[in-house]
């Protein structure tokens, strides 16, 4: 079973928090949160909706190198090259100790391979997973647990995905982490991919 964590879902314009807040409303441990994420108390780990090769000089990526340095940045690129044979895919993450006990770790989470548009796709679906899988490897083997996590809203700058949608997935995202399969079936499986894929009864995605 997963470790309870506290989810901490930040942008600093209404419009996005109203996203979070309607896709999420009823989710346990939820705090959406008005903010900019250099005006962020401290908490455990930052989700960082990146590229796949660790650039991260735009949008809320070159805040956290900003307010981390760029050795952040390095350390995240050359384990990409090591570990990831130089492209992170979409679908995968890595958490990243930045050094600050205040802060101690970022999750790098590739939304998209290069700055684009992932419209009608279910990359932040994919990031987001990964990136709640991470946090639950971390926590398994770990002594010094992340029970807070941060998220911004994922495919929203470049990716050009709507603040309802991307909350959407980020919302199904979470549910899967709280309730893991405890069998493999096509209805298991189908009603995971309804929750991915539909808005209702509506498909959003390809």
């Not at 901490?8 to 209404?14: F, N, Q």
């Not at 926590?139 to 909350?167: L, Q, R, W």
């Amino acid at each position: 079973m997963p470790f309870a964590i506290d989810l901490w879902l930040i942008h600093p314009e209404p419009v996005a928090c109203l996203a979070f807040n309607q896709r999420f409303d009823g989710m346990p441990n939820v705090q959406v949160i008005k903010s900019r994420f250099e005006d962020l108390a401290p908490h455990d780990c930052f989700v960082t909706a990146a590229n796949c090769y660790g650039i991260m000089s735009a949008g809320i990526d070159a805040a956290v190198t900003s307010f981390h340095g760029e050795k952040l940045c390095r350390a995240i690129q050359h384990r990409i090259l090591d570990e990831y044979l130089g492209e992170q895919p979409v679908g995968t993450a890595m958490i990243q100790e930045t050094g600050n006990q205040n802060y101690p770790y970022v999750c790098h989470a590739p939304t998209m391979r290069t700055p684009g548009s992932i419209t009608r796709t279910d990359n932040v679906y994919q990031a987001a997973f990964a990136a709640f899988t991470s946090v639950y490897r971390h926590n398994v083997s770990s002594d010094h647990k992340i029970k807070s996590v941060v998220f911004p809203t994922m495919g929203c700058g470049f990716g050009g995905m709507e603040y309802s949608e991307s909350a959407r997935q980020m919302a199904a995202a979470y549910k899967h982490y709280l309730n893991p399969p405890h069998r493999f079936d096509w209805d298991t499986v189908t009603s995971r991919e309804k929750a991915i894929c539909y808005d209702g009864k509506k498909k959003v995605t390809r």
